[in-house]
């Protein structure tokens, strides 16, 4: 299997992603989503994990094996957080591609969805825009990064049933201008697990 590359940084003071730079990105959030820093300026809980001198999330390591689990390299700057209540994906002109992911929403979307790969399939979504490069239509940025998620969760151990759960509970049952219905999005992730399968 290819070696899997993984930047890893936990940023300790997040001074904020530029707005401008952004050339694409997909949000996952729950409850409000993503506030990029707390009421003084500076994102205090970041510190928290980093006065740790480790990371004792499993987050990393979520991304480390999905990452082996597709084969591919990247080098993606992945920013574990507490207090943002989302995860994220985005890449930027210059090619450098972020992951940022909050350690209490992932908790809380377990709890939701009864099961831990809620929250590692959501990861697995993230990665999956960055695995397709955000290619597509709004509608088929989804889809694709669906795909990967049922693909990663299969390679990782996943049931089927746990694959779907989080898009199942959370996922919603209409189109939007941005995201495809729920229906649509299980047949991706579906169709991601069978041909992980199938690759064996
Ligand atoms: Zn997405």
Redesign the pocket.
């Known amino acids: 299997m290819t070696r899997t590359v993984l930047t890893l940084l936990i940023v300790m003071h997040f001074t904020g992603v530029s707005i401008a730079q952004r050339t694409h990105n ?1 949000s ?1 959030g729950i409850n409000g989503g993503w506030k990029i820093k707390s009421p003084d300026g500076r994102s205090l809980d970041v510190e928290e994990i980093i006065s740790k001198q480790k990371d004792d999330t499993g987050i990393p390591e979520i991304v480390r094996r999905s990452l082996e689990a597709v084969s591919k390299r990247m080098n993606l700057r992945l920013m574990v957080y507490v207090g943002q209540n989302n995860a994220e ?1 985005w890449m930027y002109p210059s090619g450098e591609r972020l992951l940022l992911v909050d350690v209490g929403f992932c908790s809380r979307v377990n709890e939701m969805c009864d099961t831990r790969w809620a929250a590692i399939s959501i990861i697995a ?2 990665l999956g ?1 960055h695995i397709s490069n955000f290619r597509g239509d709004a509608h088929q ?2 889809l694709s ?1 669906d795909y990967w998620s049922g693909y990663i969760l299969q390679k990782l151990g996943a049931s089927e049933r746990s694959a779907t759960a989080a898009m199942s509970i959370i996922g919603s049952d209409y189109d939007s201008e941005t995201h495809p219905n729920k229906r649509r999005r299980i047949a991706q992730i579906r169709k991601g697990y069978a041909d992980a399968l199938s690759d064996g």
């Open positions: 997909c996952y994906a979504h993230e825009h940025r989804e990064a």
